[in-house]
């Protein structure tokens, strides 16, 4: 395919995205295959002749269209937004385009420096500490999941709590504990499984039974238990915002008790972290000024496509320290002076895609102004959903709604409430998810979407109520 070919397929598929994106509300949301199906339907073996994009795009509406769940879909209200936005897919096709590999400075140096500009300026858009600057000690660095951020930072814990011993020689067994609350994300236990730590590191500290947030009593009695057991206590994840509700730990009051065993304190705020872009939701990041690292993912809520997750250090070094590796054939002038940053020791893995100018493009393409409406669009949507709930004597609110999202459920039996899930889900209107608050069956409902109108959430309560049995 010449260069002058793919100006023409070009525009071919940049019109099916439009195409698709104008048409998805008419859509079930939930993709409505069995097991094996989409399998079943696509050719056993790789064609010998090159075949035509149409070719292609055929068996993309035939086969693959039906067996997608539609993320970008206005009404899609399960798990958590991951928004693509125009802006971000426009970005995203420059970076692959430019197919470059920002594995050192040396091998490009604007996707590091791009990097380093572009997250420091969202780092002052969502009022994080300056700590977390490349013109101090800190710095941040695009990773590509909240997952990865979290695992590089027990790295870098474990790295600092051995002075260096974990890299050369690995963690002496049963040694360490890691902290995070019953509602931590499960990347936490991954985390602590990578790393050698084991599930068995992990302690799940108990929360406020009302708000979902670390009781903090528990988690200073957990450390002084662990240390008087011997243990060394290496990291603490604060969560602002839990997958399950939306719990806000309070990171403020996490701060000291960690900082009093020497431990590394890590805030996960992978979904609502980017709403700090509006000073009325900045609250949520008090205490981070105290913390060692910090993560969210403009890919979920903030218009960027998957995958985007920005990852503040305070002391790069650290980070560097647990996974700097220097191979011969890496070798080169710009490095050895000190004076570049090499992101392949940020991350575990060497490559990195040009991230950056998807997230640089949607950032400057909607302006701190237009990121700040999406945001406060999406708040008002829920708490106008969280007031036809309160509304409605059939259904209860399980938490106070946090920034987008709304957890309820209908009143009386679980299996009530996971039976209109259900034939909600089934009926293609709207998608939503579940989870479990207290022990008990609870609805989530993440609103995000930059296409969601007030409309779809109105439609989206009619389908529930006619659902009711
Ligand atoms: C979504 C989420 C994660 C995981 O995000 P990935 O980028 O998919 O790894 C971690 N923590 C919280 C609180 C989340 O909401």
Redesign the pocket.
């Known amino acids: 395919m010449s260069p002058e070919e793919f100006r023409e397929l070009g525009h071919r598929v940049v019109d099916w995205v439009a195409d698709y994106w104008s048409t998805v509300d008419q859509r079930p949301v939930l993709a409505r295959v069995q097991p094996g199906e989409v399998a079943a339907a696509l050719p056993a073996s790789l064609p010998e002749k090159a075949e035509p994009l149409d070719a292609v795009l055929a068996d993309l509406d035939r086969v693959l269209v039906p067996g997608l769940t539609h993320w970008q879909h206005p009404r899609f209200f399960a798990?958590?937004p991951a928004n693509s936005s125009p802006a971000g897919v426009l970005g995203d096709l420059l970076s692959s385009g430019i197919g470059a590999q920002g594995m050192i400075w040396a091998t490009s140096p604007a996707v590091t420096e791009l990097e380093q500009v572009v997250l420091d300026q969202l780092r002052e858009a969502l009022g994080l500490p300056e700590s977390f600057a490349r013109s101090g000690a800190g710095g941040g660095v695009i990773?590509?999941?909240?997952?990865?951020?979290?695992f590089t930072a027990l790295l870098a814990a474990l790295h600092r709590a051995t002075d260096g011993g974990a890299r050369r020689a690995g963690v002496p067994p049963g040694r360490f504990t890691v902290y995070g609350s019953t509602q931590?994300?499960?990347?936490?236990l991954k985390a602590a499984m990578m790393s050698g730590l084991g599930e068995a590191a992990v302690r799940a500290v108990a929360v406020d039974p009302t708000t979902q947030a670390m009781d903090v009593a528990a988690l200073r009695e957990a450390m002084g238990a662990d240390v008087a057991a011997g243990l060394t206590p290496v990291m603490v994840q604060a969560?602002?915002?839990?997958?399950s509700t939306g719990a806000v730990d309070p990171v403020a009051e996490i701060a000291p008790v960690a900082q009093e065993h020497g431990a590394w304190l890590h805030v996960?705020?992978?979904?609502?972290g980017v709403a700090a872009v509006c000073p009325e939701h900045r609250w949520i990041h008090d205490g981070v000024e105290h913390a060692d690292s910090y993560?969210t993912?403009p890919?979920?809520w903030l218009l960027t496509t998957?995958?985007c997750?920005a990852f503040w250090v305070r002391d790069r070094a650290a980070l560097v320290g647990a996974l700097s590796i220097l191979p011969e054939y890496l070798r080169n002038p710009a490095t050895e002076s000190g004076a570049v940053v090499d992101y392949r020791d940020w991350h575990p893995q060497l490559g990195r895609r040009f991230r950056s100018l998807k997230l640089w493009t949607v950032l400057r393409s909607y302006g701190l102004e237009g990121l700040r409406a999406h945001i406060t669009n999406g708040v008002r949507q829920a708490q106008h959903f969280a007031d036809l709930v309160r509304a409605d004597a059939r259904f209860e609110m399980v938490t106070d709604p946090v920034l987008g999202l709304v957890v309820f459920r209908v009143v009386g039996d679980d299996q009530r409430t996971m039976d209109l899930m259900e034939a909600v889900n089934a009926g293609g209107t709207a998608y939503l998810s579940h989870t479990k608050v207290e022990g008990r069956a609870a609805l989530r409902m993440a609103i995000g979407s930059w296409q969601t109108t007030d409309a779809d959430i109105d439609t989206t309560w009619d389908a529930l109520v006619s659902h009711l049995s």
């Open positions: 798990y958590f990773q590509d999941t909240a997952s990865t951020a979290t931590a994300h499960s990347s936490l969560a602002v915002g839990t997958t996960d705020a992978a979904w609502a993560v993912n890919h979920k998957f995958d997750s």
